[in-house]
C-alpha cells in the first residue's frame, strides 16, 4: 500500500470534521460520554458532569457560531444579489449609452460630411463674382441692350424713310422717264408732219 501524502490526510479529517472545528468528534464523544453517564448505575463523578457540560457548551457555542456563519451567509447572498442587479442595471445603461455614442457619432460624421460639401461649395462659390458685382454686370448688360435696341429702332426707322424716298425716287424717275418718251414720241409726230406740209 502506498505512503498517505499530507494533502489526502488533511482532505479526509476535513470530511470528518465538517469545517475543520472538529464539531462532529465533538458532538460523538458527548454522546458517548451521556451514554456512559446513563448507563453507569453509581453516581458519576464530578469532573465527568463538569466536562459533559463543558463540551455541550462549547457545542452550543460552535452551534451559534454556525447560525451566525449561516446568518452574515444569508446577507452576504442578498448583498451579492443587490450587488448583482447593479451591476446588470449598469451592464443595461452602459448598453444605452454605447448605444447613444454611435448615434451620436453617425451624427458627427453626417455633419462633417455636411461642412466638408459645403466647403467645396464655398470653394467653387468663390471662383464666381459676388451678387453684388454680378448684378451691376447685369444691369450694365440691360443698359447695353437697351441701347443697342435703340440703336436698332433708330436703323429701322432710317431704312423705312430711305426706302419711302427710294420708292417716290423710283416713282419720278418712272414719271420722268414716261416724260421723256411721251417727248420724243411728239417729237418724232412733229417731224414726220413737217415733210408732208412743204410737199403741198
Not at 16 to 22: E, L
Not at 30 to 56: I, R
Not at 77 to 91: A, D, H, L, P, S
Not at 179 to 195: A, G, I, W, Y
Request: proline residues 2%; charged residues 35%.
Amino acid at each position: 500500500m502506498g505512503a498517505v501524502t499530507d494533502d489526502e490526510v488533511i482532505r479526509k479529517r476535513l470530511l470528518i470534521d465538517g469545517d475543520g472545528a472538529g464539531d462532529d468528534r465533538r458532538i460523538n464523544v458527548l454522546l458517548k460520554s451521556f451514554t456512559k453517564w446513563c448507563s453507569s448505575p453509581g453516581p458519576s463523578e464530578e469532573g465527568f458532569t463538569q466536562k459533559m457540560l463543558s463540551t455541550l457548551a462549547q457545542c452550543e457555542f460552535s452551534m451559534g457560531k454556525t447560525l451566525m456563519v449561516y446568518d452574515m451567509n444569508l446577507r452576504e447572498m442578498e448583498n451579492y444579489e443587490k450587488i448583482y442587479k447593479n451591476i446588470e442595471q449598469n451592464i443595461t445603461s452602459a448598453h444605452e449609452k454605447i448605444t447613444e455614442c454611435k448615434k451620436e457619432i453617425q451624427r458627427a460624421k453626417r455633419i462633417r460630411k455636411n461642412r466638408q460639401e459645403y466647403d467645396a461649395l464655398a470653394k467653387v462659390i468663390q471662383l464666381h463674382p459676388d451678387r453684388h458685382e454680378t448684378l451691376k454686370q447685369l444691369e450694365a448688360l440691360d443698359k447695353e441692350l437697351q441701347q443697342l435696341s435703340n440703336t436698332k429702332d433708330n436703323v429701322d426707322a432710317k431704312l423705312e424713310l430711305r426706302k419711302k424716298q427710294f420708292h417716290v425716287l423710283l416713282s419720278t424717275i418712272q414719271e420722268l422717264q414716261q416724260t421723256l418718251d411721251n417727248d420724243e414720241k411728239s417729237d418724232d409726230d412733229n417731224n414726220q408732219c413737217s415733210p408732208a406740209g412743204n410737199s403741198e
